[in-house]
């Protein structure tokens, strides 16, 4: 979601004014509403000027510009070569394959010192948090003058995060223009590094995934997620009573690496908020919070559930979606947020939920770039595409194709919705049993047709992006239970390629991510006869 630093650099290089208000949009391509546009993309339309701050599609500028919206303006067209924003570099190209997240952070790693920016005074004022700026307003900080790209960043009260040159994610918001001083010390490109930005793209199969990320607990900033093991034990902690009772999060056993909390409530308007349940205090939450985030795992919040629902129907939907999300993450230093989207949220084909949901996840994303993302559809959702593209059968796969570059885990739930039709047998497999849980991720990670090969095909993800998901027990799930022993067989079957049924995958998926269940509550209630077992053999895997 980072413009290249190098991209900057020849901006800033270059000592252009941003005084006039006209553009040169002779080398922009015209939008196009079935093109996908990666950030620092340029386009025109309706005679004006625009540039994207984030991954969009279907979007148009024209209606989209507004604050912590996907399309900065740039200005009028003009047809002629302006002092305004124009950049010295060539624009980058304007669509990309649905499937390829263009806005991924940049895998090399850049130095930008003060050798390559344009050094003079500054007039413009002192950056102040809070401050209502305009995209296009300078303002200066730490020796360097910015220009506001993202207004309701900009703006944000939160200076750890968007003070420019030295907040956390002040490149989401800023522009870096001209060194204020002496060109002798080196600017920043980002609070990780001091010299250099070299986070990677979690879609380049060259590329390692989260799990060889180095995070320490103790210094970790809401939504810095920390590195999961090669193989994770994943469960859902609800913040209500269904009979298994409501447990503190500090009695949650050491085996969970990943606590999903359940659920965020739909607030109205595109808002969610976290309602904490009335027999746990606030406070002592939030410490539990920390108290497990120090110790390696990732908490992260839910929306949906099988009542549950979110409002993203409309640009200020999207927008109110967004700030809510970062406020509770921000408030209780969560590491990120997962989709569990049911029936009662209306994802189907067609539906804004789904476009929506895509751009709010990639805003959320730059806000954090190491927000924990992960998703818990339903199979018809998701393995349903493959008897039919319509409705809510494979509703989740758009969803899924185009988020996959930020995309940590997809555990699909193989309960309570009867067996699985796949593309290896005639009939579909018996819910529970070790084929159906090897052929759910097989269809994953190897990809499988659309609607019986008749909608094209869904490109498979990299096994550490896929787990089972499973009941915890008897009282978990209306069906679809599995013993720990079968549970445990078709782990080893994709991992090791060993104890499979019928059917085997491909090849040995040795780093194939692990097990998600719901719920930790129930399994606290019924002994932990799900997390001890199943925990204890994914720590036994090579």
């Given at each position: ?227 999961l093991p090669k193989h994770a034990l994943v469960g859902y902690w609800h913040n209500f009573d269904n009979g298994s009772g409501v447990i503190r999060l500090a009695d949650v056993d050491a085996s969970w690496d990943v606590i999903v909390i359940a659920f965020v409530d739909d607030a109205g308007n595109g808002n969610v908020e976290f309602r904490l349940d ?200 209306g069906s679809g239970q599995a013993t720990t022993a079968d549970i445990n067989r078709a782990v080893d079957c994709l991992v090791k390629r060993t104890n499979c049924g019928s059917n085997s995958p491909l090849a040995a998926y040795s780093d194939f991510r692990g097990v998600m269940t719901w719920s930790i509550n129930w399994d606290v209630k019924d002994g ?15």
């Open positions: 979601m980072k413009k290249s630093l190098l991209a900057l650099a020849a901006l800033c290089a270059s000592g252009l004014s941003t005084s006039a208000l006209a553009v040169n949009c002779s080398s922009f391509p015209v939008w196009n509403s079935t093109a996908a546009y990666g950030g620092g993309t340029q386009v025109q339309e309706a005679g004006k000027g625009y540039k994207a701050n984030w991954w969009s599609q279907g979007h148009s500028p024209a209606s989209y510009s507004g604050q912590w919206q996907e399309w900065a303006p740039l200005g009028n067209c003009d047809g002629a070569v302006s002092s305004s924003s124009k950049s010295s570099t060539p624009p980058s190209s304007s669509s990309i394959p649905s499937s390829v997240a263009t806005g991924s952070k940049s895998s090399s790693s850049i130095s930008l010192s003060s050798s390559s920016i344009s050094g003079g005074n500054c007039t413009s004022p002192q950056y102040a948090a809070g401050t209502n700026y305009a995209a296009g307003q300078l303002a200066q900080n730490s020796g360097s003058e910015y220009r506001c790209t993202v207004a309701g960043w900009c703006g944000s009260t939160a200076a750890w995060a968007y003070a420019p040159g030295t907040g956390a994610h002040w490149q989401q918001a800023w522009e870096l223009v001209k060194s204020c001083g002496a060109a002798s010390s080196s600017i920043a490109p980002s609070s990780k590094s001091s010299s250099s930005v070299a986070p990677s793209s979690k879609s380049s199969s060259s590329v390692s995934s989260r799990s060889s990320s180095s995070v320490s607990g103790n210094n970790r900033v809401a939504g810095d997620a920390a590195p009335p027999a746990l205090n606030k406070a002592q939450f939030i410490a539990d919070v920390a108290a497990k985030r120090a110790q390696g795992k990732n908490i992260v919040l839910s929306y949906g559930g099988e009542k549950g629902t979110v409002t993203l129907n409309n640009s200020t939907n999207l927008a109110n979606f967004v700030n809510s999300t970062a406020a509770i993450v921000n408030e209780y230093g969560f590491d990120g947020v997962d989709i569990d989207l049911e029936s009662g949220a209306g994802v189907m084909h067609g539906a804004p939920v789904i476009s929506n949901m895509v751009s709010a996840i990639k805003q959320l994303h730059a806000m954090f770039p190491d927000l924990y993302v992960s998703m818990a559809p339903e199979h018809p959702y998701v393995q349903g595409g493959y008897v039919a593209y319509t409705g809510i059968w494979g509703a989740y796969l758009p969803m899924i194709d185009q988020l996959r570059n930020e995309l940590d885990l997809l555990h699909v739930q193989l309960y309570n919705n009867g067996g699985l039709a796949t593309p290896y047998a005639a009939q579909p497999y018996q819910a529970g049993t070790v084929d159906m849980m090897v052929a759910s991720a097989r269809m994953l990670i190897e990809g499988f047709p659309l609607a019986n090969g008749t909608a094209g095909n869904f490109a498979g993800l990299r096994p550490d992006q896929v787990a089972l998901g499973m009941p915890s027990g008897p009282r978990a799930a932990r006869i799900f997390s001890v077992p199943v925990g204890n053999h994914l720590k036994a895997l090579p």
